[in-house]
């Protein structure tokens, strides 16, 4: 009698794990989370992630890399997969249209989105750092030199370059540089070599930890100003978003990605050599199809070295900040008053998982 229950025990067993299995397999076919199990045969749930990224993979994105390679996104039960743009996407459509679940961006871009009356939603902030104009010292000494001098940026020839150095230009006490004045260039995200190949006598929006140590290695005789130091709000930040919708529905599982960010920095800070060598490995220098290696790895070097510092541990942002924002935004024609008035910072920042 007692083996035929043992038996029976073993058959409902057998056939209890077999069923979760098959429906796991189900639930990974349609992209949702689902109940795998490990190699002893313990439930565990895993949280699927569509990451998309604002540019290439770069040392910005560090924490991402430690949280993957050090294992740590698996150890949350998360399995998110970082998707690089082929080539500059509107990150909104793309969840949107279910091709992405979340996405990096910055605050200047989530202010904008707002108001144009898309769906979207900040819920954290995972680095920070120092960024505004890059400039030629060959032709510019102070902000008010940058008058009428020749932008590059990606959003040329959108009104975004001139407003930020005319807003420079201002706060540094010259006000009758005319708009029209400035010369407009599209190099993308190519700063350093609008600079270097004669197409630009400024660059922004650039990023201190990134662009500068890059132009540095290629012995350019560039120099720097801060938004933060000359009248410009503070947005050189990286940020996720979301839609709403999509927020309320897998808010258990951002939360988790937000530990694992917490956990990431952590390792960072705590250990940022072993930090460097996670980024090493996965873009060796020899890799980067670049033709002189030697400048390319003082480059990526340099770059990790300054962008360390740059990953914060407060996630939060400020409503007043993003209200900050919207008033430049509107004061330099970027966004009409009308359409600030009717967004409010609380319908696209939270910070109810960032802490």
């Not at 349609?30 to 199990?37: E, L, N, Q, R, V």
């Not at 740059?310 to 942002?317: E, G, I, V």
Request: charge should be negative; proline fraction near 5%.
């Amino acid at each position: 009698m007692m083996a035929e229950m043992n038996g029976l025990l073993y058959f409902v067993l057998f056939f209890l794990q077999l069923l979760c299995s098959t429906l796991c397999a189900v639930a990974e076919e349609i992209g949702k989370s689902c109940a795998a199990t490990d190699s002893n045969g313990t439930a565990s749930n895993v949280d699927k992630i569509r990451l998309g990224l604002e540019w290439f993979m770069n040392p910005d994105h560090l924490p991402l890399i430690v949280a993957q390679d050090h294992g740590i996104f698996a150890s949350l039960g998360l399995e998110v997969e970082l998707v690089e743009p082929t080539d500059h996407w509107e990150a909104v459509d793309e969840i949107l249209e279910g091709r992405l679940d979340i996405a990096v961006t910055e605050p200047l871009h989530l202010a904008h989105e707002a108001a144009d009356g898309k769906p979207v939603l900040g819920f954290m902030r995972f680095l920070h750092t120092d960024g505004g104009v890059m400039y030629n010292a060959d032709k510019v000494k102070r902000p008010s030199d940058m008058c009428g001098k020749t932008i590059s940026y990606p959003g040329s020839p959108g009104p975004g370059g001139p407003a930020i150095v005319n807003t420079m230009v201002e706060a540094d006490g010259k006000l009758d540089c005319p708009l029209d004045s400035y010369g407009k260039y599209n190099g993308g995200f190519y700063h350093t070599n609008a600079i270097k190949d004669g197409n630009a006598d400024l660059a922004t929006l650039i990023f201190w930890n990134f662009e500068i140590p890059e132009a540095q290695a290629n012995n350019l005789n560039v120099g720097f100003f801060s938004l933060k130091e000359w009248g410009v709000p503070d947005f050189c930040q990286l940020i996720f978003m979301t839609t709403p919708d999509l927020f309320r529905a897998r808010q258990q599982a951002l939360r988790k990605l937000v530990l694992a960010m917490r956990k990431a920095i952590a390792v960072i800070h705590q250990t940022p050599d072993l930090a460097k060598d996670y980024y090493r490995k996965r873009f060796p220098v020899e890799a980067l199809g670049s033709s002189d290696g030697h400048t390319a790895k003082a480059v990526q070097e340099a770059t990790l070295t300054a962008t360390l510092p740059a990953f914060p541990n407060d996630f939060m942002m400020a409503n007043d900040y993003y209200k900050h924002l919207m008033r430049w935004l509107v004061d330099t024609n970027q966004v009409d008053q009308d359409s600030a008035n009717q967004t409010d910072p609380k319908d696209y920042w939270t910070n109810d998982i960032a802490w």
